[in-house]
């Protein structure tokens, strides 16, 4: 690879690394986002995102199955995270 094409890849890289660092994830929610993806694009990225608590959420809720705890957080948009979590 040449010195001028390794320049402008790295330059790439890092004006996008600059651009998305910035940008909290939450802010990307709104009224149309589903709650599961706002609760997943907050906290994943974190590394705090532990299903195991939203399996626990699921049969405290009395949720026969998580899947359709899941379903219905995707059904749901409340536009907020604090609205959002169970």
Do not use: W
């Not at 149309?32 to 299903?51: E, N, Q």
């Not at 957080?73 to 907020?80: F, I, L, P, V």
């Amino acid at each position: 690879m040449n010195t001028h094409v390794r320049r402008f890849t790295l330059l790439c890289a890092a004006g996008l690394f600059a651009f998305t660092a910035g940008a909290a994830p939450a802010q990307a929610a709104n009224n149309r986002a589903s709650c599961v993806g706002i609760i997943v694009s907050t906290y994943a990225p974190a590394g705090m995102l532990d299903v195991n608590d939203y399996k626990d959420a699921a049969k405290d809720l009395e949720y026969d199955t998580f899947g359709r705890f899941v379903a219905d957080g995707a059904r749901q948009h409340a536009g907020s995270l604090e609205d959002c979590e169970p």
